[in-house]
């Protein structure tokens, strides 16, 4: 497509309960990358494909927190027994690679009541 | 590791000012780039301007100049000529290797006529 795109845009939860996220990048853009931003601050990596593979998952904060790549495309972050810290915007972002700059998606924003 | 310094919290700049946002780096490789984006309100984020260190002159793209200082480690962004849609977050961010961005905790900039 010609932006990435995230669904949902918006999602409630309720504490305890699953949640998947979807990132659709640009087609041929081989790198994706997860980041958090919590209301007012900084972007918090979380972790970043390269094709498939996930050579950094340092950001991830805790193992209730796992991602996917499938077909070098499509990418799902879950978070698992959702927390109230969990509550923020979910941005994905995709790139070529190299030192050309990432194009972000519009984000999904995660609440946890 | 890398890291990216934004000292001022929030700006404010009257239409058709100049501003310059400040941005400062820590980094012990001796090829890095840096990034500026732009997040409105609504939230998107956009990418503004790059610099490589090995570029000799400081980059420039339309009204954005990134007013690049290797020895000082810094890298300021300038807006020329502001308008009232520049009012945004705006960050600074490098290439921490191989291949993910850190971001600064960012400038609020407001534009007033």
């Known amino acids: 497509g010609a932006g990435v795109s995230q669904s949902p845009s918006n999602k409630v939860t309720e504490k305890g309960k699953d949640v998947e996220l979807r990132c659709d990048p640009i087609?041929?853009?081989?790198?994706l990358y997860w980041y958090r931003q919590s209301l007012g601050q900084g972007l918090e990596f979380l972790i970043y494909?390269?094709?498939?593979?996930?050579?950094?998952k340092s950001g991830l904060p805790s193992d209730r927190f796992s991602a996917e790549r499938t077909g070098g495309s499509v990418s799902t972050l879950t978070i698992q027994r959702t927390q109230q810290e969990d509550s923020a915007v979910y941005l994905c972002?995709?790139?070529?690679?190299?030192?050309?700059?990432?194009?972000f998606g519009s984000g999904t924003r995660l609440t946890v009541v | 590791a890398q890291k990216i310094t934004q000292t001022q919290p929030g700006m404010f700049v009257q239409e058709k000012e100049a501003v310059t946002l400040d941005c400062t780096y820590d980094?012990?490789?001796?090829?890095?780039?840096l990034f500026w984006y732009k997040q409105p309100s609504s939230g998107e984020m956009i990418f503004l301007i790059y610099?490589?260190?090995?570029?000799?002159q400081n980059a420039t793209e339309g009204r954005y100049s990134l007013n690049f200082q290797k020895a000082r480690k810094s890298a300021n962004l300038v807006i020329s000529a502001s308008q009232l849609g520049d009012s945004a977050m705006y960050f600074c961010?490098?290439?921490?290797?191989?291949?993910?961005?850190?971001f600064g905790t960012g400038t609020r900039l407001q534009v007033f006529p």
């Open positions: 087609s041929g853009h081989t790198a």
């Open positions: 961010a490098m290439r921490d290797p191989p291949d993910k961005l850190i």
């Open positions: 980094t012990s490789d001796q090829s890095y780039g």
């Open positions: 610099q490589g260190s090995y570029d000799e």
């Open positions: 972002a995709s790139s070529v690679g190299g030192n050309y700059g990432y194009t």
């Open positions: 494909f390269q094709g498939n593979s996930a050579p950094d």
